[in-house]
Nanobody, 131 residues
């Protein structure tokens, strides 16, 4: 079992930036897909971004929710067993609890955003964007 711990959430004004980080333990994550989902109050959990294992160099090495493309960037550091989400130009609609997730990979582009495929989840970190 993989343990995932998120950090970096907080309160920021619209247009600002935050960097979320997720530290994994229990396994070396080299062969894992790692991703971020979010959930706003009263809403379903929503895919934000995911990154395939580093040896995947194709167009589906990463995937993003359309609403965050060009603003969010996902990256991984296999030496540190971490995955980060750099969030720029934040909007009030980005307000949610953000969850880190992982599963053995790789996944094709159409499957990266399916939460049912991910067995391991962190506890979440709150991101609040004020207008």
């Amino acid at each position: 079992q993989v343990s995932l711990v998120e950090s970096g959430g907080g309160l920021v004004q619209a247009g600002g930036s935050l960097r979320l980080s997720c530290a994994a333990s229990g396994r070396a994550m080299t062969m894992y897909v790692m991703g971020w989902f979010r959930q706003a109050p009263g809403e379903d959990r929503e895919f934000v971004a995911a990154i395939n294992p580093s040896h995947i160099k194709t167009d589906y090495s990463t995937g993003y929710l359309d609403a965050v493309k060009g603003r969010f960037t996902i990256s991984r550091d296999d030496a540190k067993n971490t995955v980060d989400l750099q969030m720029n130009n934040l909007k009030p609609e980005d307000t949610a609890v953000y969850y880190c997730t992982a599963r053995l990979g790789p996944l094709g582009s159409t499957r990266l955003g399916q939460p049912s495929l991910y067995p391991d989840w962190g506890q979440g970190t709150q991101v609040t964007v004020s207008s």
